[in-house]
């Protein structure tokens, strides 16, 4: 089969030409929104609610985040933060203690500085937020000493 070539600038009227030209040259612009670009990676369950929190977030505070998700809180990138994390920690409906991320804290400001609404937020991150739970609960609780060990035997070790 033999192919043929057709010249553009033979067939198209000057405008035509001229214009699909000046669109080839051009690179399109890649325009990504950052709240979608971060959507994309949390659990889709959590999906609305983390869209409203980042919307109000973008407009209503100097909070911000970079193209590789660590926090910018006033102007100051906090290094190994993930944006990703605190809002999936932030949003679980499960009991959880770990609020020792980096970035936890600048977050948690920027909630009560924009006044979002606690209810788009998960039990602990609430219980957080209200200062029942800190960042040294880390770890689990200890389990109570069974009734039968005296408080000599349990010590003592």
Same mark, same amino acid.
């Given at each position: 089969?033999?192919t043929t070539t057709v010249k553009l600038w033979k067939v198209l009227p000057k405008e035509m030409y001229e214009a699909l030209m000046n669109e080839s040259e051009e690179e399109p612009k890649k325009e990504t929104d950052s709240v ?5 990676? *949390? #659990? $889709? ?8 929190? *980042?919307?109000?977030?973008?407009? +209503?505070?100097?909070?911000?985040? +970079?193209? /590789?998700? %660590? ?5 100051? =990138?906090?290094?190994?933060? +993930? !944006? +990703? ?7 679980? #409906?499960? $009991?959880? %203690?770990? &609020?020792? !991320?980096?970035?936890? !804290? ?5 909630? %009560? ?14 219980? &957080?937020?209200?200062? @029942? !739970? #800190?960042?040294? #609960? @880390? ?10 060990? =005296? &408080? @000599?035997? /349990?010590?003592?070790?």
């Amino acid at each position: 089969m033999a192919t043929t070539t057709v010249k553009l600038w033979k067939v198209l009227p000057k405008e035509m030409y001229e214009a699909l030209m000046n669109e080839s040259e051009e690179e399109p612009k890649k325009e990504t929104d950052s709240v979608v670009s971060m959507l994309k990676v *949390l #659990n $889709p369950r959590y999906a609305d609610r983390a869209e409203k929190i *980042l919307e109000i977030l973008k407009v +209503n505070t100097s909070f911000t985040w +970079n193209d /590789h998700s %660590q926090v910018v809180w006033k102007g100051k =990138t906090i290094g190994s933060s +993930n !944006l +990703n994390d605190i809002l999936s920690l932030s949003l679980k #409906n499960t $009991p959880t %203690q770990r &609020f020792n !991320l980096p970035g936890v !804290l600048e977050f948690a400001a920027a909630v %009560q500085e924009a006044n979002i609404p606690r209810t788009l937020f998960g039990p602990s991150f609430r219980k &957080f937020m209200e200062g @029942d !739970l #800190n960042l040294e #609960n @880390d770890k689990k609780p200890k389990k109570p000493v069974p009734a039968w060990i =005296t &408080f @000599d035997e /349990h010590y003592r070790k």
